[in-house]
C-alpha cells in the first residue's frame, strides 16, 4: 500500500462530510480503497480517486473554471494523483497551480465534496473518477485586479467567473454545490 492510498484513507476517515449524501459517498471511498491497494492509480481500471480543487480570487467574488477538452463543460482544476504526491490535498494543490499558472494557492484543510462522475481518461477506455474536491484561495494580486492565470496545455480556456454570473455551458450538476461548499469553507479563514 502506498503512503498516498494510506494518506487517502486517514482523510477520509476523519472528514466530517457536509450531508447524508456526502457521507453516504465518503463510505463508499473508503470501500473501494479498501478493495484495492491501487485505489489512488490511473491504472486502476474499474475507476480511481483523482484530487481537484475549486479556486476562488481573495474576496471570494470570482471563481476559477476550466473549460476542458474531454468533459467539454467548465468545471474546476484538477485530475489524476501522481506517485510522488504525499496525500489528496497535495495532489490538489499540483493539479491547481500547473493548470492555472498560478504561483501559489491557500487551501482548505479537508475536502469540501466528493464527486463520482464516468470518463474516459487518459487510459483510453470507460472507467470511473472518484473526485476529492478541495476549496483553495489566491493570491490577492497587488493592484486588487484578478490574479493573472495561464492556461495549459490541458485545457480548452480558463477563466475566472463571477460567482453570481456562472457560465452557461457550467457542469451544472455538481460546480454550483461545489461553489457553495467551497465558500462556506474558506470564508471562516478569508479575512
Given amino acids: 500500500m502506498s503512503p498516498l492510498h494510506s494518506a487517502a484513507v486517514e482523510s477520509l476517515t476523519g472528514w466530517s462530510a457536509p450531508d447524508a449524501h456526502q457521507d453516504s459517498m ?25 484530487a481537484s480543487v475549486i479556486v476562488f480570487n481573495a474576496e471570494l467574488t470570482h471563481v476559477l473554471l476550466t473549460l476542458h477538452p474531454r468533459v467539454g463543460k467548465w468545471i474546476q482544476l484538477g485530475g489524476h494523483c501522481e506517485p510522488e504526491d504525499a496525500d489528496l490535498a497535495s495532489a490538489a ?3 491547481g497551480l ?4 498560478l504561483p501559489s494557492l491557500t487551501m482548505s484543510t479537508e475536502p469540501v465534496q466528493l464527486h463520482t462522475h464516468p470518463i474516459t481518461c487518459s487510459l483510453g477506455v ?3 473518477h472518484l473526485d476529492v474536491r478541495f476549496a483553495a ?17 490541458e485545457s480548452v480556456d480558463l477563466a475566472w467567473w463571477p460567482i453570481a454570473d456562472l457560465p452557461a455551458e457550467i457542469d451544472a450538476e455538481s460546480v454550483p454545490g461545489l461553489v457553495t461548499l467551497g465558500l462556506a469553507a474558506l470564508r471562516p479563514t478569508v479575512s
Avoid at 139 to 150: C, F, K, M, Q, V
Fill in 98 to 101: 500547473e493548470e492555472s499558472g
Fill in 26 to 50: 465518503r463510505h463508499a471511498y473508503l470501500a473501494f480503497l479498501a478493495a484495492t491497494d491501487i485505489a489512488c492509480e490511473r491504472a486502476c481500471a474499474a475507476g480511481h480517486l483523482t
Fill in 93 to 95: 494543490l499540483r493539479e
Fill in 126 to 128: 470507460p472507467t470511473r
Fill in 137 to 153: 484561495v489566491a493570491d490577492r494580486a497587488p493592484d486588487g485586479s484578478l490574479p493573472t492565470i495561464e492556461r495549459s496545455d
